[in-house]
T-cell receptor, first 110, second 111 residues
Framework: EDKVVQSPLSLVVHEGDTVTLNCSYEVTNFRSLLWYKQEKKAPTFLFMLTSSGIEKKSGRLSSILDKKELSSILNITATQTGDSAIYLC??????????FGQGTRLTINP | EPEVTQTPSHQVTQMGQEVILRCVPISNHLYFYWYRQILGQKVEFLVSFYNNEISEKSEIFDDQFSVERPDGSNFTLKIRSTKLEDSAMYFCASLGQAQLYFGPGTRLTVT
């Protein structure tokens, strides 16, 4: 059975800190790994990673995939209170569906 | 920017009643999905739909569930006889450019 595990489950930091969120997976026929941000309702897309070792960046957020270790990290630098959310990792293992991890709840205190 | 829409935003129903959750996927997308998220738990895959038929479904998607694309735009999820444990946020999604676009969700509360 395909599985995605995220750590930590919860993280509380101060504004300005840098955070690293982890995602590991076990999936047959790996296609891609996606990161989403979930604030109040629907997950919103952040990154899609398909190739190992290539960093994707968007402003203060960046992410990289390690296919050898079956894992990915999401980094957020100079965190702001608006970064507070649940960050979801999902893996596409075929059949065009995503398997989600349980999420990391990130809280940024001013 | 095109987006997935869902109605209603919140549905309250009594146990045993039928509910229909509605979604309008992004118009040029071909794959559609329903996911659910029980409060405090992970997002779970229910069903995928392509070319007017189910392409894959999870164990959660039992005989009480059905999906339909009654016309060229709507995509519905029906729960025939709701149970308390069906209370959750239900997200519709459509696939475009190798990523899923999620709708805002329908919060279903079964009492």
């Amino acid at each position: 059975e395909d599985k995605v595990v995220q750590s930590p489950l919860s993280l509380v930091v101060h504004e300005g800190d840098t955070v690293t969120l982890n995602c590991s997976y076990e999936v047959t026929n790996f296609r891609s790994l996606l990161w989403y941000k979930q604030e109040k309702k629907a997950p919103t897309f952040l990154f899609m990673l398909t190739s190992s070792g290539i960093e994707k960046k968007s402003g203060r957020l960046s992410s990289i995939l390690d296919k050898k270790e079956l894992s990915s990290i999401l980094n957020i630098t100079a965190t702001q209170t608006g970064d507070s959310a649940i960050y979801l990792c999902a893996v596409s293992g075929g059949a065009q569906k995503l398997v989600f991890g349980q999420g990391t709840r990130l809280t940024i205190n001013p | 920017e095109p987006e997935v829409t869902q109605t209603p935003s919140h549905q309250v129903t009594q146990m045993g009643q039928e509910v229909i959750l509605r979604c309008v996927p992004i118009s040029n997308h071909l794959y559609f999905y329903w996911y659910r998220q029980i409060l405090g738990q992970k997002v779970e895959f229910l069903v995928s739909f392509y070319n007017n038929e189910i392409s894959e479904k999870s164990e959660i998607f039992d005989d009480q569930f059905s999906v339909e694309r009654p016309d060229g735009s709507n995509f519905t999820l029906k729960i025939r006889s709701t149970k308390l444990e069906d209370s959750a946020m239900y997200f519709c999604a459509s696939l475009g450019q190798a990523q899923l676009y999620f709708g805002p969700g329908t919060r279903l509360t079964v009492t």
